[in-house]
């Protein structure tokens, strides 16, 4: 544990977390040696940093991100009758392979352990707490603890906790301050309210920030996913009750061991070691597993459907030397490459160069016979990643960022796409009228036809425009495992499987040319003022409608009949959770029609406004559900004297501090 020391020379302690199978396992160096209470300072302020704002070894002593004018002015204030101690800790979510549940859980132990030693170095020592978005979330779960006898210090000895952004926020016991808010945080409320600590817990919450001001009663899919993916750990087992492990699975990515910018050096380093008089097989063995580290996950990221054109094309349309962009000219040039084959080829270096070099590492002259099979696989490796290996180190490094989250990001957008336009759908017309059409088709009923066609062509834009977008058979299986109690989940599941089964585009395609052939007879048979009616002609363009209603009926068959066929549960795994074989039942017995009216009711209800109002603003996965509010608190006043949120937690924490000084 990290031990006492004067403040100016202690360094953080060292904690080092490693996920093995189903659980954490904890080791931790201690950073100095004991000493007595004499380096007490009166009161030990921890600061808990946001997403992405810090990593596991910063330097305690600095602060960073949002919460950095708070520890400023705790110091400016009260100099060395303080210390402030900004936590280092994974801060991650989804990139690293791990998900924001795990990063939270890394804070909340590295930051217990640092408070029990505290608290045992230094009986006298009073406490802070405070914490911004995710360090909001674990500081606020270590004040639940607290308050209710469970945490690592006694309750009576924490002046204060100061949450922003808290995706717990409503827990009972805080006290809210600035602008109201009218939902909870998106990872709920901690039942267990603030206990003892209860009227020393401070919250504030932008009522436009979604991370910490949700109405999920309104919106329930938007709150099941921000309750699973709050709460589910990589380390789930696979044979959990429901599928929160699966689609956590599912958004999580692992560039932690990706070095991008690094790539073209050490496809040329490996070349060199390998032509070396002398070659030492541990460089080449270490160069080639860092090659393999690297194209690994951008090969799982082009096979996984986060990689799909529609999500590409967005990363294409940004502006030329954003991050955006570099990362689709990477996605283009991995594209192009064979990486699969580059990860095995290096693999097969490196396996092969530790097996030659034994425990000692020893040179080997080049000559030797059992070279051969390093320079063809690193001649193979080479040939297989030329495109994407030769990008710039600017571009390779300004990518890695959008990479790390391209799965969550499109996993979130595209469900939250498919919910809305499937809520937006006018599912009875389109039934009606592709039951209709045929029927006037084959009456060569030209005006009939046109005007029926022309009503499907508004009916399909929204199902083309999200079927051109999404990848619709991974996201119905990406909704089956949200647990929803609303229904509204579960019926956005099954239509998302049922027109995954139908060719949308081709089916749009065969509607407009009826449109366009049946317009065709019509102008023959009712031309304009001066020209002749030639209904030969008329019967001879509605003759062309036959054929093509034909395909039409080819093509609808499935969605008329609701009876598409199953779609195996490839992208998340085998799963054994209740909702996949409640929604394959459903399909096997599937009214469409039912169906079409409870889509009806869905698309009037208050939650679509919410969802497409939600999907207007913008999510952003590197900030884990949020939007612009999230990053708003150094301007956001919260009092009648004009404070920001920032200014006024610092005030506050301040005062008490100076009360208890």
Known sequence: ????????????????????????????????????????????????????????????????????????????????????????????????????????????????????????????????????????????????????????????????VGLLADPGAGTPGTATVGPRTSGHGIADPRPQGMGALSGRVASICDPGDLYCSIEKGANPLIGSLGSILSKTPSTAGSTAPDGSAFLAGALTADFSDTDLPALHADVTSLGRQLTAPRIDLGQVAATAQSIASTLAPLADLLTSGAANPAATGQLGAAPTGTAEHHAYDVLTRAGKSDLTGAVNAAVEIADTACTLAGNESPPLPTPAAQMRTLTENADALTRKIDSLASTPVDVLASASSVLSVLKPTVVIDQVLNVVTGVSSLDMPGILHNLTVLPQKVAALDAQGAHQVAGELNNQFSPLVKMAAAVDLRWVAQVLALIPDPSGATQIAALVASILSNVDVIRLATIVGQIQEIAWSAVEKVLPPPGVAPDPVGAAAAMTGLLPVGLDLASVATDMLSGNPAKTAPALLGRTAHAASPTITNQEANLDLWQLSNSLVELSQSPGADDLASLISEGLSAASFFTSNAHTNYNTLVVDNAGRSAIRWLSDWLNLQIGRAV
């Open 1 to 160: 544990m990290p031990a006492r020391q004067s403040k100016s020379h202690r360094t953080a302690a060292l904690i080092v977390t490693t996920i093995i199978g189903g659980g954490w396992m904890l080791s931790i160096a201690p950073a100095v040696a004991q000493t007595g209470t004499s380096d007490c300072v009166p009161t030990f302020n921890l600061l808990i940093p946001g997403t992405w704002e810090t990593d596991e070894n910063a330097d305690p002593a600095v602060p960073v991100g949002m919460l950095a004018p708070v520890a400023q002015a705790l110091q400016s204030a009260h100099g060395d009758a303080v210390e402030v101690y900004t936590l280092p800790y994974m801060a991650r979510a989804f990139d690293n392979g791990h998900t924001y549940a795990d990063s939270k859980a890394d804070a909340v132990s590295r930051a217990t352990r640092v408070l029990e030693d505290v608290a045992q170095s230094c009986p006298r020592t009073k406490f802070t707490l405070t914490g911004y978005s995710q360090g909001a979330d674990a500081a606020g779960d270590l004040a639940s603890d607290i308050g209710n006898g469970r945490g690592p210090v006694d309750a009576s000895r924490v002046l204060a």
